[in-house]
C-alpha cells in the first residue's frame, strides 16, 4: 500500500471497515513488532501490546483523527504501550537491558556480505553502533530503516522536531569519527535486523 491507500484504508476503518481494519493490521504488524522487540527484550509484552493495540484502535475508533500519519500513529502508539507494559512488569524479573533500545539481538540475524573486508567493517560498525545512547539508536533506526520524516520520528519519540535533527546529527557523526580509518559504503551505514513475521 502506498502512503495515500494508508490513509484511505484507516478513513474507511474508522468508519467501520472491517476489511480495512484487517489490511491496516497486515502491512503494519511485521514492522511494529521489529520495532517494539529493540525496545523492550520480552516478545510477549511486544505481541500483547501489539494486540492491546489494535483492540484499542477498533474499541475507540469513532473517536481517532481520520487525517493523522498512521505509520507514526501506530508506532508512537505501540510504543508507549510497551512502556506501560514494562513498568507493570518489573515483579517479571525482567532484566535492566530491556529498557534500552537495542540494533542489534543475534549476530545471525545480520546481514552478511560475500566480501570479507566489508563484512570486518560491518561487523565493527555493529560494535560502535551500539554505544550510542538509546535514543539515537532509536532515532536513527526509525529514520533510515523505517524510512520515516524528521517529524514522524519526532512524533513517536514525543520530541521536538530540533532534537530529533540533533540525535541523529550527532549519531551519524559520532559514527563517522569512530569509522573514519574504515572504508565504508552509505550502503552499510545502517544496517539492521529483518522484519520479522509474527502474524503467521
Not at 2 to 15: K, P
Not at 58 to 76: E, I, Q, T, W
Not at 156 to 176: E, G
Request: hydrophobic share 35%.
Amino acid at each position: 500500500m502506498t502512503n495515500h491507500s494508508h490513509i484511505e484504508y484507516w478513513q474507511r476503518f474508522i468508519q467501520g471497515d472491517q476489511e480495512a481494519f484487517r489490511s491496516l493490521y497486515d502491512v503494519y504488524v511485521n514492522s511494529l513488532f521489529s520495532y517494539a522487540i529493540r525496545y523492550c527484550a520480552d516478545e510477549e509484552i511486544v505481541k500483547d501490546s501489539i494486540h492491546d493495540l489494535f483492540v484499542d484502535l477498533h474499541r475507540y475508533r469513532s473517536r481517532l483523527n481520520p487525517n493523522v500519519n498512521v505509520k507514526a500513529y501506530l508506532f508512537g502508539s505501540l510504543r508507549r504501550k510497551v512502556a506501560e507494559s514494562k513498568k507493570k512488569s518489573i515483579n517479571r524479573s525482567i532484566s535492566a537491558e530491556d529498557y534500552h533500545f537495542r540494533l542489534g539481538l543475534a549476530t545471525e540475524d545480520y546481514i552478511t556480505l560475500p566480501d570479507d573486508k566489508e563484512n570486518e567493517v560491518l561487523t565493527k560498525l555493529r560494535v560502535e553502533m551500539e554505544k550510542l545512547p538509546h535514543r539515537q539508536k532509536e532515532a536513527l533506526y526509525l529514520r533510515f530503516t523505517c524510512d520515516m520524516s524528521y517529524e514522524q520520528v519526532a512524533q513517536i519519540m514525543d520530541i521536538s522536531i530540533a532534537s530529533c535533527r540533533t540525535f541523529i546529527y550527532r549519531a551519524i557523526k559520532d559514527l563517522r569519527l569512530r569509522m573514519e580509518n574504515s572504508k565504508i559504503s552509505q550502503l552499510l551505514f545502517i544496517a539492521f535486523l529483518p522484519t520479522r513475521d509474527i502474524s503467521k
